[in-house]
């Protein structure tokens, strides 16, 4: 198995500010990465796919970075309707796993 | 466009079989791997597996001995078993696609989410 690591586990921002989420692979995943927004009572929204495309759609202040072990997602300029859980995924192995999750509080 | 819709019981007895349809419209199936993923209620996400248009499955190691998976093309339908099932099992059940991209796989879609509990 491949585990995944986020941190922080949750964190604190402002409207405007610019966050950073960290994953980390217990092992190489390439840039088979996945970052995913879920908002409670919602279906989890795919925002960044293979480490750093930004999902058709997506408002370009998300970005993605990084590749084989660790990864970052980061939200320039947050927006009210910013505030969520955010997960990253990897999809290199065939039993796929998400991280814990990092939750983006106001 | 593509749309899942899960369907199947909300209360399950313990000890027994969970099973879930997930029903695909706006697409063909080929070529994508068809996944199940759930949140309990004090959990983040969590994986179960998929089943490949092709047939062929993969599932989360902590859930093997109890998940199987199968699709069906021809009703444009995949399902999920989960047996001897427990508390531990309640949770919101997505059912969600699966595709291949440049150096990478995403799940690109998913359906609503159906909750489940196990009572």
């Known amino acids: 198995d491949i585990q995944m690591t986020q941190f922080p586990s949750s964190l604190s921002a402002s409207v405007g500010d610019r966050v950073t989420v960290t994953c980390r692979a217990s092992?190489?995943?390439?840039?088979?990465l996945n970052w995913y927004q879920h908002k409670p009572g919602r279906a989890p929204k795919l925002l960044i796919y293979?480490?750093?495309s930004l999902q058709s759609g997506v408002p370009s202040r998300f970005s993605g970075a990084g590749s084989g072990t660790d990864f970052t997602l980061t939200i320039n300029s947050l927006q009210p309707e910013d505030f969520a859980t955010y997960y990253c995924q990897q999809s290199y192995s065939n039993s796929w796993t998400f991280g814990q999750g990092t939750r983006v509080e106001i | 466009q593509v749309q899942l819709q899960e369907s199947g019981p909300g209360l399950v007895k313990p000890s027994e079989t969970l099973s879930l349809t997930c029903t695909v419209s706006g697409d063909s199936m080929r070529s994508y791997y068809w996944s199940w993923i759930r949140q309990s209620p004090t959990k983040g996400l969590e994986w179960i597996g998929y089943v490949y248009y092709s047939g062929s499955t993969s599932y989360n190691p902590s859930l093997k001995s109890r998940v199987s998976m199968s699709i069906d093309m021809t009703k444009n339908q995949f399902s999920l078993r989960l047996n001897s099932v427990t508390a531990a099992d309640t949770a919101v059940y997505y059912c969600?696609?699966?595709?291949?991209?440049?150096?990478?796989?995403?799940?690109?879609?998913w359906g609503q989410g159906t909750p489940v509990t196990v009572s």
């Open positions: 293979a480490a750093s």
């Open positions: 092992q190489t995943v390439t840039t088979f």
């Open positions: 969600a696609r699966g595709s291949i991209v440049a150096a990478g796989r995403r799940i690109d879609h």
